[in-house]
């Protein structure tokens, strides 16, 4: 049906409606519901805060958070808490929950001291090495003093020795003295003095030999100690070297790093000094420039200036002698434009005289359209009436005549055609006077379907509303 | 459960069961639906409203029934149902009369047949769709409620192997399972009002209609 057709169009725009109608929906369902998902906040701190025992320990617990702290950062060192305070650990552990915030602070300072601490062990190391390197030194002393006694003692014990032999080789000297008197003596003397002379020597030589011995090996031993303490001493000279090495190398990348923060400082301070001075240059320069630029202009202008004036006065003189050729040209002109007018007037009078026949043609052809148009118009007429005759003719034959009729009796109808023929209505608009002829006339016009009409249908408007006048005289 | 679980409307639909997602979208489609037939329906009736009230007002002004005709048969999609009813009436009613043997009456009884059988493809044309608006109406919240049902069973059923019941375990499952009753309520309460509304105005145009074909039919019959 025509309706669906037409309803089609609502289609598209119904269908954008519904979207649009649920997308609406949907952003409000969205947001009205997810205002709801952010938790209620605050709600763990009102659990913990209704815990009793809260107020009670704060002055106790003060000891065992300080183990809890060396718990947390030196996890490895065992800690012995006192079995009293059991009852006060087991306090303290929801208080710390309960006071999470505020043990972080205390964390950090510890690490603080931590770092102190570190640096406290690390003096205390090296006092104790110090020691231990006092206490060997006094020990090398001790060494190098016994040594030097046990020296002492070989060389009295040489000096006795020495003494000794002298003693006796005094005593044995005096009959030397004599031995020229007494050559027999003398000569025992001799050789008792060349024996005793040999002993001598030999006493000597093995008493040095032991003495050499002894002291060989007094220093051997001394030797030895002091090698041993003086390795000792190299490694911990060393240990101290590598340690003062790497505070030294600490210290120095600490230095190096304050002094590269320095030296970039510096540095950035000069790169900003030196920036300030070259936009300070590079403004002088722009200055300078924009200087030179202005009086490049000002030349160029002074310049312009002048060519501009070489060119108004050559302007000039090219105007004068151009007006000298627009004069004679004017005048040229003045003459062909009066030869052009007095042809143009000619031109004029003939097309004037063209003109005036083509509106006698046209009027000749308006009147013969007219002429026309009356002709066709005459024709429509004609046939009008041409089939309003037949149609009334049509209705007459159809009218039964009755005998009391009277002759002049003259009755009118509106008829209402379709364009079938068929007739709409017919209305009596004069009756005749007589009613058996009126209703005759309307009976016949019944009859009468289909009316007669033209076969052209543009000539229906002239049938649609007719007026039909009867008589039964004609 | 978390406190904090995010309890927003997509989330809600996407922890759903597979049956509940199936009776959303099942919903959503035919709350589109409606809401399509319901702008088709508001556009049309509207329009018809319009186009009778202007055509009874041009036959009431105009006493040339044969013109009025022809206006109607050159507009005939523009003059709206009144004219159509008028126009197959007014055939129907020359082509009896064409036939001389006809009985006046007999004219008059063919053309009121004519106009009513016009009369009856308008009005079924009026009140297409307003079957499924009425459908939606009444039967997307028992689907919704379906949905609801099957996502609450779902929820209890999952209660159950838990041994700890708390109400944090039971509570997105519901929420989830409403969500199937919101929307089956979303799409039923814009159908019935809407059937309600569209069936009142094509009753009160059938009423017109109908006083125009028994009015039409007088002029008819005054004719000779």
Redo the contacts between chains.
Sequence with gaps: ???????KP??L???A???V??GA??VL??FG??W??Q??QG?VVDIWDSLPGGEVAPVKVEPPKLIEQSKLDKPMQPVAPPKADIELSAKKRPQEKSKPTRTEPKRRIEKVDVAEQKKQERLRVQAEQKMLVEQKMIEVQKARAEHERARAEQANIVAKLRRNLKAELEKAEPPKVVEPVKSAASLKADFELAEKKRLQEKFQEAVKIESKRQIEKVDAHLKLKIQAEQKIEAEQKAEAEHKAQAEQKTLAKQRAQAERKAEAERKAEMEQRAEAERKAEMEQRAEAERKAEMEQRAEVERKTQAKLKILAEKKAQAEEKERAKQKIQAEQKLLAEQKEQAEQKAQAEQKAKVEQERARAEQKMQAEQERARAAQAAAVGREVAEYKAKIIAKIRRNIVMLPDIPYNARAEFDV?L???G?????ILVKPSGSAAYDSAV?RAI?KA??LPLPPDAALFSNF?ELRLKFSPKE | MDVTQDLSFIHLIQNASVLVQLVMGLLLLVSLMSWWFIFIKMFTVRQAVKQSEEFEESFWNNDDLNRLYQNTSVMRGDSGSMGRIFAAGFTEFLKLKKKHDMDNNAVMDGTRRAMRATYQREMDVLESHLAFLATVGSVSPYVGLFGTVWGIMNAFRGLSNVGQATLAHVAPGIAEALVATAMGLFAAIPAVVAYNRYSHDITRLASRFEIFMEEFSNVLQRQP
């Design positions: 049906m025509s309706t669906i057709v037409y309803a609502y289609k725009r119904a269908g409606l519904a979207l109608v649920h929906f949907f369902l969205y519901a997810s709801k998902v938790p209620p709600m209402t379709l364009p079938g068929m007739v709409l209505n017919s309307e019944k379907e289909p649609r």
